[in-house]
Structures are given as C-alpha cells and as structure tokens.
C-alpha cells in the first residue's frame, strides 16, 4: 500500500509504537519488509515493556474501534497484530 485503509494503519502505528519504533507508515513498511519481523512478534518480551510505552498504547487500545474483530474486517493480518496489541498491555 502507498497509504493503507484507516484500521491498518491504526494497528501498524500500535505495533511501533510497542516496539518502540517511530509509529508512521514509513516505519512500519521497513519493519513489515524484514525476514525477521514475525519472529521478533512471536518472540517479544512484553514483560520489558516500559510504563511509558504502555501509557501510549493506550490511545490505541482504548479507541472502541480498535478492536480484532473490527480491523480483521480490513485486513485479517492486521486483525492478528491488533490482538497482538491488545495482549502486550494485559
């Protein structure tokens, strides 16, 4: 995508912004195109997440549409990464 649907995009910003990576579309394209992406996923240690990066995912996990169900309508990756989100903050 040169821009993607609004909940995508909502989603790729969360997963930076967990990771600690600039949350921008630019940002996650670069992430998204690295071999190792999915296993850093399977593999991160939410137990390392600071305070400060929990109270910025916040605007994204409280936002009632930003909910699997919803983004999977979108994209069913994305739907993934969204709970993904969703269970760093638990």
């Given at each position: 995508?040169?821009?993607?649907?609004?909940?995508?995009?909502?989603?790729?910003?969360?997963?930076?912004?967990?990771?600690?990576?600039?949350?921008?579309?630019?940002q996650a394209k670069?992430?998204?195109?690295?071999?190792?992406?999915?296993?850093?996923?399977?593999?991160?240690?939410?137990?390392?997440?600071?305070?400060?990066?929990?109270?910025?995912?916040?605007k994204y996990t409280?936002?009632?549409?930003?909910?699997?169900?919803?983004?999977?309508?979108?994209?069913?990756?994305?739907?993934?990464?969204?709970?993904?989100?969703?269970?760093?903050?638990?």
């Open positions: 995508y040169a821009k993607p649907p609004d909940m995508v995009m909502k989603t790729m910003c969360a997963v930076m912004t967990v990771m600690e990576k600039t949350p921008s579309w630019a670069t992430e998204l195109n690295d071999v190792t992406f999915l296993n850093r996923i399977k593999t991160f240690e939410k137990d390392n997440i600071s305070n400060q990066t929990l109270r910025k995912i916040e409280k936002d009632p549409q930003f909910t699997p169900k919803t983004v999977e309508k979108v994209s069913f990756a994305a739907g993934a990464l969204c709970m993904w989100v969703h269970a760093m903050k638990v």
